[in-house]
């Protein structure tokens, strides 16, 4: 072979590379009429994504609709004796859906872990009770998931990443005239938005805060019940949730079958707790159940008050370890007494799910003690600190004293030597 002819060799290599790769990496190796023609009449899927998975997979039209992709001829390509089933009722999508989906011999090629009970688990949900119902304006899988543009959830694309979660439920509950007559509101994503989770994840991007899915489900996606929803939160919140169980509340309300956690703290518009929760006035939560005297009022005054009297004293103390750092005093004993009094506050803050005022006193008592103690460690930094001070004035003081000394005892000899020589 030439040389000359070397470079043409590789043009010629790298431009069968450009065509055939990606026809390689989605899977079209073969003839697809399909695509052909619905490019070719600009006909495409909207949405459509040449990263859908199951493009990806290999899998392309003749995979879900049937039919013949290698056939010429439209009518032929698109029979019945080719399996053309086109494109599926609203009704009949999980079960199209499930066809692969519920197989796990087929299923576990692709994922040997991958859940295969997604169809069973979507009929018992609110959206496929009513589907199943004949409601066809409820949620189906390419609702979700959409047809042609389906990527992995992991894929911040994804209309299933935690980040495009709420605003994908929200297509359809937010939609006044959808939801017009189901007795749902539309202002959920509004509320979530604003809420302590909701920040979390949108704003701050951490994808462990939940969203819609955490708390109601994926395919099988259900309101939570009275008796639930403190098992939801309490799949986070664990300590907050063994409390409140055992307590005299937590057994009120399952009795009486209020929603115990969203009771005090609300659903989707979920704020930061504070300690104000407990304070009782005009406009305190508490109040709508409990009044001036009873026991409740009682438990909530004295809870509050030590915790208000512990985070003032561990404020306290970090106070005075900042003023030992400014100095450049020695301050390890100090933040160990603090690391242990911030963590004690969130576990007095914890212990209020047992409305136990007791456990509280106790454990306030605990608290305040590392913050006493930091702070009288932080007296004796400054103590040393002013020690040295007044140590280094006095050497100092001392210093100035001999060097004064030394001067005026030079001038006198200089005084002796100038009257000798005179």
């Known amino acids: 072979m030439k040389l000359s002819s070397i470079p043409i060799l590789i043009k010629i290599l790298s431009l069968s590379l450009v065509c055939i790769f990606p026809m390689l990496l989605m899977g079209e190796t073969e003839v697809n009429t399909c695509v052909d023609c619905h490019v070719e009449n600009d006909l495409m899927p909207e949405f459509?994504?040449?990263?859908?998975?199951?493009?990806?997979?290999?899998?392309?039209?003749?995979?879900?609709?049937?039919?013949?992709?290698?056939?010429?001829?439209?009518?032929?390509?698109?029979?019945?004796?080719?399996?053309?089933?086109?494109?599926?009722?609203?009704?009949?999508?999980?079960?199209?859906?499930?066809?692969?989906?519920?197989?796990?011999?087929?299923?576990?090629?692709?994922?040997?872990?991958?859940?295969?009970?997604?169809?069973?688990?979507?009929?018992t949900s609110a959206h496929g009770k009513k589907l199943y119902a004949g409601d066809e304006r409820v949620a189906q899988c390419s609702s979700c998931h959409t047809a042609h543009g389906i990527l992995p959830a992991k894929d911040t694309r994804s209309s299933v990443h935690p980040f495009n979660i709420p605003a994908t439920c929200d297509q359809c509950h937010g939609d006044t005239k959808l939801m017009a007559g189901t007795g749902h509101g539309t202002n959920q994503l509004n509320d979530y938005a604003k809420s302590i989770h909701g920040v979390a994840l949108l704003e701050k991007g951490d994808v462990g805060a939940p969203a819609c899915n955490d708390c109601h489900g994926n395919h099988g996606a259900a309101p939570p019940g009275a008796e639930s929803?403190?098992?939801?939160?309490?799949?986070?919140?664990?300590?907050?949730?063994?409390?409140?169980?055992?307590?005299?509340?937590?057994?009120?309300?399952?009795?009486?079958?209020?929603?115990?956690?969203?009771?005090?703290?609300?659903?989707h518009a979920i704020m930061k707790p504070s300690d104000e929760l407990?304070?009782?006035?005009?406009?305190?939560?508490?109040?709508?159940?409990?009044?001036?005297?009873?026991?409740?009022?009682?438990?909530?005054?004295?809870?509050?008050?030590?915790?208000?009297?512990?985070?003032?004293?561990?404020?306290?103390?970090?106070?005075?370890?900042?003023?030992?750092?400014?100095?450049?005093?020695?301050?390890?004993?100090?933040?160990?007494m603090l690391k242990e009094s911030k963590q004690?506050?969130?576990?007095?803050?914890?212990?209020?799910?047992?409305?136990?005022a007791q456990q509280v006193t106790q454990k306030s008592i605990e608290g305040k003690g590392f913050s006493q103690q930091a702070i009288e460690l932080a007296q004796q930094e400054i103590k040393e600190f002013n020690g040295?001070?007044?140590?280094?004035?006095?050497?100092?003081?001392?210093?100035?004293?001999?060097?004064?000394?030394?001067?005026?005892?030079?001038?006198?000899?200089?005084?002796?030597?100038?009257?000798?020589?005179?």
């Open 48 to 123: 459509y994504l040449e990263e859908d998975v199951h493009q990806h997979a290999g899998m392309s039209c003749a995979g879900c609709h049937g039919g013949d992709p290698t056939a010429e001829d439209m009518d032929e390509s698109m029979s019945e004796e080719n399996g053309f089933v086109g494109i599926p009722e609203k009704q009949d999508i999980p079960a199209f859906c499930g066809k692969c989906h519920s197989n796990i011999e087929y299923m576990r090629v692709y994922q040997p872990r991958i859940p295969t009970d997604q169809e069973s688990q979507y009929y």
């Open 229 to 267: 929803v403190s098992h939801i939160c309490g799949s986070c919140h664990l300590n907050n949730f063994e409390y409140f169980k055992t307590s005299k509340m937590g057994q009120s309300s399952t009795s009486q079958e209020y929603h115990n956690c969203e009771q005090c703290h609300g659903n």
């Open 278 to 336: 407990l304070n009782f006035t005009e406009s305190s939560l508490c109040m709508d159940c409990h009044s001036e005297d009873d026991a409740g009022y009682i438990a909530s005054a004295i809870m509050y008050s030590h915790i208000r009297e512990s985070d003032s004293l561990y404020q306290e103390a970090q106070l005075r370890m900042h003023d030992i750092q400014i100095k450049g005093m020695n301050d390890v004993d100090i933040q160990y």
């Open 344 to 356: 004690n506050l969130i576990q007095l803050r914890t212990l209020v799910h047992t409305f136990d």
């Open 388 to 422: 040295r001070r007044m140590g280094f004035g006095i050497a100092t003081l001392a210093f100035v004293l001999l060097a004064i000394a030394l001067y005026m005892k030079i001038k006198l000899i200089d005084k002796q030597k100038s009257n000798i020589s005179s």
